[in-house]
């Protein structure tokens, strides 16, 4: 949730902008997220690490697609210090299960998160979360990308990477059929418009899952509505309603147009499916985030692909949707707090996040981390032009994003356009009021 130029012109470029997600957060349930939010917080222990220290250390990896590479890199840290264990853990889905254990007492000690999130911003004033501002690692991270992140002033987390979401293409396609890479939103319908005619399949759309097409959706938001922020706060505010705003209607529209332009059946393909058939050619495009990067080279090493910016209705209109993907944060009470803090010295480093920005290509947050992606260039390039904006659902309330991503799925399962503009006035409101 790709890089070309150095990661200082990407630290200027960023701090204009917000976000995060990601790849998809799963909102926790509302009793969850209060109870964690709202009971006593535990001290901190914040002694700084030593050498030669001693114990385990748990290590939560919330974001799934990276669990494999965090456990290599736990088994490295092991060899090099006897006397530390750290332990990788992941869940499928991670939020609720966070949730959970910091209500009941049993914080992970390290674990990933979405800095930007309401959920993690509320765990962080509760208590549940290490303050690191005075902590040596804090270091490693670019300033600009840690005054992004900031709660009440202090540091919670060590940002990782930036994401990003684009549209993937398929280059041997795009010259088979004798289209251009679009600038413009009527372009992308003329070439999705070609390439059907041709005998292919334009798009892929994961829409089973409903965190990808809720992503989708929240990119179109940040790219169509119009002071996109003043409407969503007004519409939880009971300012103003969705049959109120031409541009989100013109939203709902495009979601239901693309999919005359997708395989079959939508709802019935996940996230891995869309990987496969995007991989192995049988769709010439995948609306999707540079998260998928990995699985995309995994399942095709060969593929000639690119990554354009989804166009806005002009040239000149096109930004790129950007946000903090990924953070590593301290439990505040974690059962070996020198040995956890050891390890998030390394985790933490350039070394690591060299190789985790090659993983993804995505712009690292860490001082002098420079991915070397070609496929994502076009994109990059936008990026460091300054032409971008946080993902829009970084300023809703808990709870929203999964809400606004069940609406949208539900938009595309019964394409009424109005019950999915009534839907999202009871959410904003309902939501706002608790």
């Known amino acids: 949730m ?51 220290v001693e114990g385990k250390v748990e290590f939560f990896v919330m974001k799934q697609d990276v669990v494999n590479f965090y456990k290599d890199y736990a088994a490295k840290f092991n060899s090099a210090n006897p006397g530390i264990t750290v332990e990788v853990n992941n869940s499928a889905d991670p939020m609720p299960v966070l949730q959970t254990r910091m209500a009941s007492g049993d914080t992970p000690d390290i674990f990933t998160n979405w800095p930007q999130i309401p959920e993690f911003i509320a765990q962080c004033r509760a208590g549940y979360v290490m303050d690191i501002t005075n902590q040596n690692f804090v270091n490693n991270a670019i300033p600009s990308m840690l005054d992004m992140e900031r709660i009440d002033g202090k540091i919670y987390s060590v940002p990782i990477a930036l994401n990003f979401m684009g549209v993937y293409y398929n280059k041997k396609i795009f010259k088979e059929v004798g289209v251009e890479v679009p600038k413009t939103y009527s372009e992308l319908i003329d070439v999705a418009k070609k390439i059907k005619a041709a005998g292919k399949v334009p798009f892929v759309f994961p829409d089973k899952e409903n965190w ?51 395989q079959k059946d939508t709802l019935g393909m996940d996230f891995n499916g869309a990987i496969e058939d995007f991989s192995t050619g049988k769709a010439a495009m995948f609306h999707q985030g540079n998260w998928a990067m ?58 690591v996040a060299q190789a985790f920005a090659d993983l993804e290509g995505a712009p690292s947050c860490i001082k002098e981390a420079v991915p070397k992606v070609k496929e994502f260039a076009d994109v990059i390039n936008v990026i460091n032009a300054g032409k971008t904006f946080k993902w829009p659902n970084m300023d809703w309330g808990a709870g929203m994003e999964t809400e606004n991503n069940k609406t949208v799925q539900m938009l595309v399962s019964n394409k009424d356009v109005a019950g999915y503009m009534k839907e999202m006035d009871r959410i904003f409101t309902e939501n706002a009021n608790k």
């Open 2 to 52: 790709k890089r070309l130029l150095a990661i200082l012109v990407t630290a200027v470029f960023v701090f204009t902008v917000l976000a995060g997600c990601g790849v998809a957060t799963s909102s926790a349930p509302k009793e969850e997220s209060k109870t964690a939010s709202t009971a006593e917080a535990p001290k901190e222990e914040t002694k700084p690490a030593e050498k030669g």
């Open 212 to 262: 990808t097409v809720g992503q989708a959706s929240v990119n179109m938001y940040g790219l169509f509505i119009k002071a996109y922020k003043q409407f969503f706060d007004d519409l939880a505010a009971g300012k103003t309603t969705c049959e109120q705003n031409a541009d989100i209607k013109k939203v709902a529209e495009r979601i239901l147009e693309l999919r005359t332009y997708g």
């Open 294 to 351: 990995f699985n995309i080279k995994k399942a095709a090493p060969d593929l000639d692909y690119g990554m354009f910016p989804f166009p806005g209705e002009t040239a000149d209109q096109t930004k790129i949707m950007v946000g903090i993907d990924l953070g590593i944060a301290v439990s505040s009470k974690p059962k070996a707090p020198e040995a956890a803090l050891k390890f998030m010295s390394f985790i933490t480093s350039k070394e």
